[in-house]
T-cell receptor, first 112, second 115 residues
């Protein structure tokens, strides 16, 4: 069964304390892996797309990496404004619509 | 700026009435849009895939007669919650991929409260 699992479920960091969020996936043919950020009461905001193992992408304090089984979202020296829920999703090569399978998310809280 | 716009952001309706939610792609055409439902502190649950010019594809367990989807143009999909009941209260979100197999952009979401 195709599945996306994120860990940890919740993460509390002090401002400046770097850490990583994990997204493990089992899917029959990965077309792409996506990271989104969601603030309370808002729709998800697109962050990154990764297509192949070994690929890395960066944006400000965030860096996403991909292996054949998992993806990591590294947060370097986080600030309180990085507090949000981070969602990981995959699309399958067998899907012709771009349908996404989401993980349950990691809620990050960064304290000043 | 937002590339997918969803309206309204909040709606309160009486039990038994119907509510329509709109999802528009602002600067691209979307032959496919997706509708999700999100429960508090939970991830997104795909309800249906909206296809321009044809019938929507519903996920297992989603009542197609309760959640009517219309994708009449390449930039607009609508979700109508018919005969709403309190258990339909939820956060509904739409998304559209900019291109086939590309990343999907999400609307701002609609908080539906049925009283």
């Amino acid at each position: 069964e195709d599945q996306v699992t994120q860990s940890p479920e919740a993460l509390r960091l002090q401002e400046g304390e770097s850490s990583s969020l994990n997204c493990s996936y089992t899917v029959s043919g990965l077309r792409g892996l996506f990271w989104y950020r969601q603030d309370p009461g808002k729709g998800p905001e697109f962050l990154f797309t990764l297509y192949s193992a070994g690929e890395e992408k960066e944006k400000e304090r965030l860096k996403a990496t991909l292996t054949k089984k998992e993806s990591f979202l590294h947060i370097t020296a986080p600030k309180p404004e990085d507090s949000a829920t981070y969602l990981c999703a995959v699309s399958q090569s067998s899907s012709n619509t771009g349908k996404l399978i989401f993980g349950q998310g990691t809620t990050l809280q960064v304290k000043p | 700026g937002a590339v997918v716009s969803q309206h309204p952001s909040r709606v309160i309706c009486k039990s038994g009435t119907s509510v329509k939610i709109e999802c528009r792609s602002l600067d691209f055409q979307a032959t496919t849009m997706f509708w999700y439902r999100q429960f508090p502190k939970k991830s997104l649950m795909l309800m249906a895939t909206s296809n321009e010019g044809s019938k929507a594809t519903y996920e297992q367990g989603v009542e197609k007669d309760k959640f009517l989807i219309n994708h009449a143009s390449l930039t607009l999909s609508t979700l109508t919650v018919t005969s709403a009941h309190p258990e339909d209260s939820s956060f509904y979100i739409c998304s559209a991929p900019r291109a086939r197999m590309a990343e999907a952009f999400f609307g701002q979401g609609t908080r539906l409260t049925v009283v």
